[in-house]
């Protein structure tokens, strides 16, 4: 019933831009934390971005800070993830995930990403970036 689409992944150049969007159907989407995540070959999946529930709150992974951003738009049910200045590291599978936040004790300071449970995965979308 829930499902999320990624789309947008592609091959481009060192240096350039894409978009990467994720559709969520069959969920209240306006309620969960979204994130973003790409796995290389022989790597694990690692978190590249997340965005609060209402998009009032972003993190990013160091790797990317300063050349991704992520925003929602919760009236269409969509997160995305731009990604500028992409580099041949960048090449990965990226998926978006759906999750809410654990209440820790105490609470991460405001720069680090809080701890999600992802309920639901996207099938991911591919982006190559060729040097």
């Known amino acids: 019933q829930v499902q999320l689409v990624e789309s947008g992944g592609r091959s481009v150049q060192a240096g350039g831009s894409l978009r990467l969007s994720c559709a969520a159907s069959?969920?209240?989407?306006?309620?969960?934390?979204m994130g973003w995540f790409r796995q290389a070959p022989g790597k694990e999946r690692e978190f590249v971005a997340g965005?609060?529930?209402?998009?009032?709150?972003?993190w990013f992974a160091d790797s990317v800070k300063g050349r991704f951003t992520i925003s929602r738009d919760n009236a269409k049910d969509m997160v995305y993830l731009q990604m500028n200045r992409l580099k041949s590291e960048d090449t990965a599978v990226y998926y978006c995930?759906?999750?809410?936040?654990?209440?820790?004790?105490?609470?991460?300071?405001?720069?680090?990403?809080?701890?999600?449970?992802?309920?639901?995965w996207g099938h991911g979308t591919q982006v190559t970036v060729s040097s």
């Open positions: 995930g759906a999750g809410f936040v654990v209440d820790e004790n105490p609470p991460p300071e405001p720069n680090v990403v809080p701890t999600v449970l992802y309920d639901y």
């Open positions: 069959g969920l209240t989407f306006s309620s969960y934390f």
């Open positions: 965005i609060s529930f209402n998009g009032g709150s972003t």
